[in-house]
């Protein structure tokens, strides 16, 4: 992407190119939706840093859950380098907003992720790693009530939410359902008219 004005056009962006991230490319891919993997967040909201730099390891001294997070992060590298999913490790994004489409009921709001070397215009964003604080910093932010559900607010929105968890990290088992109902959501809004087929290869040895 040449320049600061350089602009791209995608289905989705993804923040954050840990397991998270990984997994909802690869789930997006696999319906055959485009999007981008950043690699992290640099401000949320008004110029809140975000923790979401790549996932490397477990929160958890668990070396079990250390072993299986491993094993599948590599899985996923494998599928998104075969699969040709756009991952972009150097790039982070330094400011979302929020663009309004016309009507402004005719559908839900466009997203505009600015990075150092561009724009990237997307319908949905898909958040890993944020603290719950940070996210209704943001969404109060942009002017939005937040009630008691944090996700369906998000998600009226087109932010998308994939291992983010209130106290603790998510398991990876956990993340990849997460990861696999994201998919789900994206792809009923992208092709609503489209019965989802089956994982296969190695991917579905994951998500099973």
């Not at 972009?88 to 663009?99: D, E, G, I, K, S």
């Amino acid at each position: 992407m040449p320049g600061n004005a350089g602009t791209e056009q995608t289905t989705t962006v993804i923040i954050g190119t840990g397991l998270s991230g990984l997994a909802v490319a690869a789930e997006l891919r696999r319906r055959g939706i485009d999007s981008i993997v950043v690699d992290g967040l640099d401000i949320l909201g008004a110029a809140q840093p975000a923790n979401t730099t790549s996932l490397q390891r477990c929160d958890a001294a668990d070396s079990g859950t250390l072993r299986e997070r491993n094993e599948i992060l590599r899985h996923l590298r494998n599928y998104a380098a075969s699969h040709q999913v756009d991952v972009r490790n150097t790039t982070r994004a330094v400011q979302l907003t929020m663009v309004a489409q016309s009507p402004p009921e005719a559908a839900q709001p466009q997203w505009e992720v600015h990075t150092p070397t561009g724009i990237l215009v997307a319908d949905h964003i898909v958040l890993t790693r944020c603290a719950h604080s940070q996210l209704r910093r943001m969404i109060n932010d942009f002017g939005i009530a937040v009630g008691r559900n944090l996700a369906a607010a998000m998600r009226a929105i087109g932010i998308y939410l994939v291992g983010v968890g209130e106290l603790i990290t998510p398991s990876p088992k956990e993340v990849l359902r997460q990861a696999k109902t994201v998919g789900q959501a994206i792809s009923a809004k992208v092709h609503p008219d489209t019965v989802p087929a089956p994982a296969t290869g190695s991917f579905a040895m994951l998500t099973c």
